[in-house]
């Protein structure tokens, strides 16, 4: 069975990580209350009643201001801005829910170990083991100078960075407290055996940590792991970490080919190539005939801002697009990135049916606005579903991020629409396999990390046993009782 999650953002009026509808033109969106609790609350009923695996936030810093070198296009077309932090509104969602899980990115980058530890430790406690952590690095100077750096860490560090990041993670979750040291026990007073707490000594290159985990272990210690990176360094790291990969491919042949890589670098690692789940990003618009698909296609194209879609991908590429005329082809001879931009355009081209024409900035800021870099079937929900199985069936993914255009009207379709079409081919469950259990339970059919995974090599083996430090290859023992040290 495949497994599903919608994916939604928290700025003012869009609803997913690629730019749609201009939502405030729309009487019938609801995106414009993105500040309001009830948003949320409403989003993870709708998700539940779908059967939905999770709710997917993607999340950054800073808005893109590359484009015209501001954030004007962006603020104008309330893109990616006005961006509240999801994390705060996991535990409201949870609460009007039993089953559907919540994937919340943080960045490596700018987080503390213990800080970030001590979140997820929390929300996984407060959802009875529902989260998720999508992984990420932060790549833009404008996040880097809001946090008070001149200049951004360089790529291939950044996943050095976020590498010993999960060390010390690792530690928190899985090393510091004992299976049966929550004793909790009125009748003799005993609250946690403190025989079996242990202080974490991490000392690397870029984190130190020293202390005892401060919260209890969670439901699941570890939350369910998402990570996005596709380039070597982020491939790399995914087979290593991730139990959950969020692609941003453009075509079922570009998904098989990045599958098929990280699942065999993922056996590489001894992990089992198919413990790794994938799930593309794909933005469907469903009708229940194709007329009304193609009306409600239309009519986005209607509300779209070609303009907010070059800003967005000018803050993807860091290439400034405002100086081009929005309707003459780009003449990309000059640009240092030209042969990049080349690139994305070729595996656009092979995802849709006007090749021939000219890149217009217009053309590209529209591509961006309907869809971005991922695939946007229009049609019945038997014609969505067949793009659906295609992907399953050539690319080797395991479900879906669906992005929506409106909500909650896009989310309902899934739900109402596309939904009892993948039951009845039996590509969806129609409830949960663990109904009120943990995320990986759902996901994985366990509650913690699997044994073949990196991190399980930090699960307590008891106060005196050596372990090895990850990155000097030493045992560590102080005072006769372990030290985690890095």
């Not at 967005?312 to 990309?332: C, K, R």
Request: hydrophobic residues 40%.
């Amino acid at each position: 069975m495949l497994s599903w999650c919608l994916t939604t953002i928290t700025y003012a009026t869009r609803q997913t990580n690629v730019l749609h509808d201009t939502c405030n033109r729309r009487p019938d969106d609801t995106s414009t209350t993105k500040d309001k609790i009830k948003y949320y609350t409403d989003l993870a009923r709708l998700a539940e009643r779908g059967k939905i695996s999770a709710i997917f936030f993607a999340d950054w810093f800073v808005g893109f201001d590359v484009y015209g070198g501001d954030l004007n296009a962006m603020l104008r077309s309330a893109h990616q801005v006005a961006h509240l932090d999801p994390l705060l509104a996991v535990s409201a969602m949870a609460a009007v829910t039993d089953n559907v899980a919540f994937a919340v990115t943080q960045s490596t980058t700018y987080a503390r170990p213990y800080v970030l530890a001590r979140q997820f430790s929390t929300l996984d406690h407060l959802t009875g083991g529902r989260c998720a952590w999508n992984i990420v690095t932060s790549y833009t100077k404008s996040s880097a100078n809001a946090m008070g750096e001149e200049n951004i860490i360089p790529h291939d560090e950044r996943y050095v960075v976020a590498d010993e990041f999960m060390d010390a993670v690792y530690k928190l979750w899985e090393s510091s407290w004992a299976p049966d040291s929550v004793i909790l026990d009125k009748t003799t007073g005993m609250g946690f055996d403190p025989d079996k707490i242990q202080r974490i000594e991490h000392k690397g290159k870029y984190f130190g940590v020293s202390a005892r985990s401060q919260v209890h272990p969670s439901p699941q210690r570890t939350p369910v792991l998402f990570q996005a990176g596709t380039s070597k360094s982020g491939s790399a790291f995914a087979a290593k970490h991730a139990e959950a990969v969020f692609l941003n491919t453009f075509n079922v042949s570009q998904a098989a080919k990045t599958v098929s890589e990280m699942r065999a670098a993922a056996a590489a690692n001894d992990r089992d190539p198919q413990s790794i789940k994938f799930f593309p990003c794909i933005m469907p618009i469903i009708g229940r005939t194709k007329e009304e698909a193609q009306a409600k296609y239309q009519r986005a194209v209607d509300n779209a801002d070609p303009v907010a879609g070059l800003a967005q991908f000018s803050g993807y590429t860091g290439i400034d697009l405002a100086p081009y005329p929005l309707d003459e082809p780009m003449d990309l001879s000059g640009m240092s990135q030209a042969m990049a931009i080349q690139a994305v355009f070729k595996a656009l081209e092979a995802s849709e049916k006007e090749g021939d024409k000219p890149w217009t900035p217009r053309r590209l800021g529209m591509q961006m606005a309907l869809g971005g870099l991922h695939p946007c079937p229009v049609g019945t929900a038997e014609e969505v579903a067949d793009v659906f199985q295609q992907w399953v069936e050539e690319a080797d993914v395991d479900g879906f991020n669906i992005g929506s255009v409106t909500n909650p009207g896009s989310w309902e379709d899934v739900v109402d629409l596309l939904v009892p079409v993948l039951q009845e081919r039996g590509m969806m469950w129609k409830d949960y396999a663990v109904p009120g259990g943990t995320f990986r339970e759902n996901l994985l059919g366990q509650k913690e990390l699997r044994d073949d995974h990196y991190g399980s090599s930090f699960k307590w083996k008891g106060p005196n046993a050596p372990v090895v430090d990850k990155v000097n290859g030493e045992k560590q023992k102080v005072n006769g009782v372990q030290e985690v040290t890095c």
